[in-house]
């Protein structure tokens, strides 16, 4: 598996119904890395978690299998998902039947 750009992976998760995490006042977190919450088709936050370094110019192979494993989906779903090849569809689609098991 191949490196992903930070600045694409950051994107393609938000745009596919990840938000950053905020305070209880709504306003961004500060910390050294972002954390992006996935939040399903009814609006609730969920478990589902990336984290990305504000520094990072790539998310290497071995955090995205660390962000696989703690969503419970397989290493190459959470790669595509960074990388734009899944969509808010799939991303929505695969949330569900993950909590019907």
Known sequence: M?????????RSALAKGFREATTAQGQKKRSDHYYLFYYDQQNRKTGWRIKISHGAREIMAG????????CQIEPEDMFKILSCDHDREWVDRHYAEQQQR
Do not use: G
């Open 2 to 10: 191949r490196p992903v750009d930070a600045h694409i992976a950051r």
């Open 63 to 70: 955090h995205i299998r660390s962000d696989a494993k703690r």
